[in-house]
């Protein structure tokens, strides 16, 4: 072939390079995931219209507050990819309300708690749920912090899809909507949602006694419907944990139940990725049992 006949293929090639620098130019996510950057957040990319890690990626391990890292994984993964920040150090915290399977909302009102959502910092999921940001007061620290709260309601401490992400809902792209100004600018979190999340030892149980991050209602729900997009590692493991506690219960028995379970997911896990889990939940199980901590 003579240079002739490959000037049009560099020409393509220029052409679809513009394009790309152009699509990133503009694209909302990535405007949004800088502007998150400045506000002091760590930011990492979704797989479009989900809340899963690209193949390959390392999800919330790869968030970064480098603008050039972040671009590069634009440029990698697409400039219409969802977004997500990492919540560890950053001393805030989410209050997850669900709206869906179970209504979050509901149960803050019938246990004599309500959010004025017009004074907080918030964005709306596409199920119309809700994620209310929080910053974590002085002397509280996250990992002291419990997950579950209450049927519908959890606690993010680790990290959270943002705004401008989509999801697929009922076969429709619906965004997550920010509202409140900057993360950086949200509350303090109210007396009584510390009050409800800390880890206090009551009935004269020991501090150290284990508090659970998904209620026995949630862990149904994983039995019914499998473990949900995003939450499908930590839902395994806190599974597997709950089971393998259960003294004279046969570790095969368990990990059956586990990958029958993910075989319901709508995106199940690989077996090599369910097998590692379930092998991690079973060492830290054993290394309980012989220190006694059961």
Known sequence: MNETQKKPLNTNLQANVQETSKNIIN????????????????????????????KGSRGHLDATA?????????????????????????????LDIDKHSTNGFQSLIQSGHTLNLDNEVWEMTPRSGAHVFFK?????????????LMAGVEL????????P?????????????????????????PDWLVKMASNVATNGNKQNKRVPRYSIDQRINMMINGFDVGERNNQIMSFAGWLLSIRNIDPNLVYELVQKINSYSAVPLPDKEVNTIFRSAYNREVKRASMGGR
Request: with cysteine; hydrophobic share 35%.
């Open 156 to 163: 993010l401490t680790d990290k959270v899809t943002v705004a």
């Open 136 to 148: 974590i007061p002085d002397g509280v620290k996250a990992d002291d912090l419990k997950h579950d």
């Open 165 to 189: 992400s989509v999801k697929l809902v009922d076969g429709t792209e619906v965004e997550y909507k920010h509202f409140g100004g900057d993360i950086s600018e949200c509350s303090v979190m």
């Open 66 to 94: 480098n603008v050039r890292e972040l671009t590069d994984m634009f440029l990698k993964y697409g400039a219409n990819s969802n977004i997500a920040i990492s919540l560890a150090d950053t001393g805030v915290a989410v």
């Open 27 to 54: 694209s909302q996510y990535i405007i949004k995931s800088h502007d998150l950057i400045q506000q002091g957040y760590k930011v990492y990319l979704l797989a479009q219209g989900t809340n899963t890690p690209y």
